[in-house]
């Protein structure tokens, strides 16, 4: 079925092994793994990443990559993750084994660390972002990337958020769902959640198109001690429930007729202003 090159180098000459299901044939949610969330994984891409999720703590299971890496870019992964099984093959074998070329070369499988909970994250934060209903993994990547680069403390998600460990989310994102601590609210949103946002001292901030907003730029929102800001789904934004519990709505300038921006860019646009260093 397949032939050990070297210790723990095990080049693939079956698609069909078992051992390589994780990374042809199981779907995000087959990863996820509720049934035994002890045993779920995620996969993470591109040696930057991977040793991002490392450094986090992250447990490895196996490594996925291109031959030409083991000298190469990986390298310095195979000797971290010591006798980790590693499968390489040609680019043309991974790609048609994957469905999907990798860019990067690598691809490592992942034991899914257990959430903290929200009272652990947010206890000492003075600034986090609230995702309502963000479903788009590339979107949701982006916007850890910006929180991680532009000061937040958290990232909290509404349960019908799309997973952050989702392959994409992750590599776009670069790795930063590894640095910047994350997790779930509670499923009664946003009732629940808002009040326990309250309850944390957070000021409330919504992202919003709608009357009554005070310009991202008002010197109340960067001097508040704690301030959670809130971004809304695609398309719709934030529900209106949700904007009506906010403190403050908050919109962001704009030129040319322009109404409105991604939420990906919305968020770094608010990061930037309102999440400042004292």
Request: hydrophobic share 45%; proline share 9%.
């Given at each position: 079925m397949k032939m050990r090159t070297m210790p723990n180098i095990i080049e693939i000459t079956d698609?069909?092994?078992?051992e390589l299901d994780v990374y042809a044939r199981l779907t995000e949610n087959q990863l996820v793994n509720r049934a035994?969330?002890?045993?779920?994984?995620?996969?993470?891409?591109?040696?930057?990443?991977?040793?991002?999720a490392l450094d986090a703590g992250c447990v490895p299971v196996?490594?996925?990559l291109e031959r030409k890496h083991i000298e190469g870019q990986a390298k310095s992964l195979i000797e971290r993750c010591g006798e980790l099984p590693v499968y390489t093959a040609p680019l043309s074998v991974l790609t048609e084994l994957t469905g999907f070329p990798l860019t990067r070369g690598v691809l490592c499988a992942m034991r899914r660390p257990k959430l903290p909970?929200?009272?652990?994250?947010?206890r000492s934060a003075r600034r986090v972002a609230v995702l309502e209903n963000v479903m788009n993994p590339t979107n949701l990547g982006a916007i850890f990337r910006s929180a991680a680069a532009?000061?937040?403390?958290?990232?909290?998600?509404?349960?019908a958020c799309t997973d952050a460990l989702y392959r994409r989310c992750v590599r776009v994102s670069m790795g930063t769902v590894f640095q910047i601590p994350w997790t779930y609210l509670q499923d009664n949103w946003p009732e629940a959640g808002m009040a326990f946002l309250k309850q944390m001292?957070?000021?409330?901030?919504?992202?919003?198109l709608c009357e009554n907003t005070v310009s991202i730029d008002d010197p109340a929102l960067l001097a508040e001690p704690k301030l959670a800001i809130l971004l809304g789904t695609e398309g719709d934004g934030l529900s209106d429930g949700t904007i009506a519990r906010c403190d403050y709505t908050v919109k962001i300038p704009m030129s040319?007729?322009?109404?409105?921006?991604?939420v990906a860019a919305a968020s770094a646009v608010a990061f930037y202003q309102l999440c400042k260093p004292n």
């Open positions: 698609f069909h092994a078992p035994d969330p002890e045993n779920a994984l995620f996969i993470a891409e591109s040696p930057n990443v991977i040793h991002r196996s490594l996925l909970e929200p009272e652990e994250i947010c532009l000061n937040l403390d958290a990232v909290l998600l509404t349960p001292g957070f000021r409330t901030a919504a992202m919003a040319h007729g322009v109404d409105s921006l991604n």
